[in-house]
């Protein structure tokens, strides 16, 4: 290529709409030879586009055939296409309740590589609040490359590349994930919104056959009462079975009385896809195998090998058994009379 001084091609589109291919002579690209009905892009194959050749036309690089829209780019991307000014930049967000919510911004530009991809942004609408404002002037910084303006690396702390200051109020390039703390969020929208974990099981690693003293202390109902003692709390389970499909159930309300209540249990306001199993439950006490609170001759936590808030008896078998087949095993009722189930996670937020 270069011994033919050549650094780049041509895609030319002919007046009967099919397209060619030709090498090109870098010193003629500033005025390039078209022949007549011909409409050419010119491609620089020498400059450093992450992924594709550089487009002389509209400034971007453009994939190739073999390679994919949208996988390339990145800062040096973001910054071609905000040189020119006038940007609007929008983020559209929806948490894993299907709530949405949106922040945009009427000015946003993204400097060169000199200036470590210097980033300034302006002019607040929206609707999950504004948490890009706090990095305005900010460069960029990564898990190996720091130019924030802490001590130590905000990238690293929190799992968070972006334009860090100190540290920061934008995780979107953090953890994927409904829960936790370095997880993907915006600090505008109820604190980054995490959704607590208060149970996960996903093998047999750990018994649920416990006593009641045992579900209290570690299992946690106290703790539970704690979370939502206060009200306004969303409880939302999601399951897999041992085929990879997938189903979830959530509840607009959810509570936990204390332990003079034997930690009563109230819930309500279903949607989802795995069926409601959970309302059978409500204005239920807890019973475990050595406590028996259900109403029930027996004791249903024995019975299905099942601690949980029982009545007479149960809709719901997720401290049952950890296995892929049998009875009493982990299940759920309105997915397939208790079809064994692979994951179960119980998450609340409030």
Known sequence: ??????????VCTLSGGSQSC????????????????????????????????FDRVTGACNPVPGQSAGTYGGNKYIHLLTAAGNNILRFEFEDYLSNTRYAQYSSFNVDSASTNYLMTVSGYTGTAGDSMSYHNNAPFSAK??????????????????WWNLSCLRIKLTATYASSGYNVMGWHGWESYKPLKVIMDRNDGSVDFYKTYSEYENGFGNKYIHLLTAAGNNILRFEFEDYLSNTRYAQYSSFNVDSASTNYLM???????????????HNNAPFSAKDVDHDTNSG???VD?????WNLSCLRIKLTATYASSGYNVMGWHGWESYKPLKVARMLIRH
């Open 299 to 301: 004791n249903c936590a």
């Open 304 to 308: 299905y090998l099942t601690a949980w």
């Open 144 to 161: 190996d490359v720091d130019h924030d303006t802490n001590s130590g690396n905000c990238a690293v702390d929190y799992l968070t590349a």
């Open 1 to 10: 290529m270069y011994d033919l001084q050549c650094n780049g091609f041509e």
């Open 266 to 280: 109230t819930v309500s306001g279903y949607t989802g896809t795995a069926g409601d199993s959970m309302s059978y």
């Open 22 to 53: 030709r090498l090109a002579n870098g010193a003629s690209k500033g005025s390039l030879e078209f022949q007549a009905d011909e409409i050419c892009h010119y491609y620089d194959l020498i400059t450093n586009c992450d992924v594709g050749v």
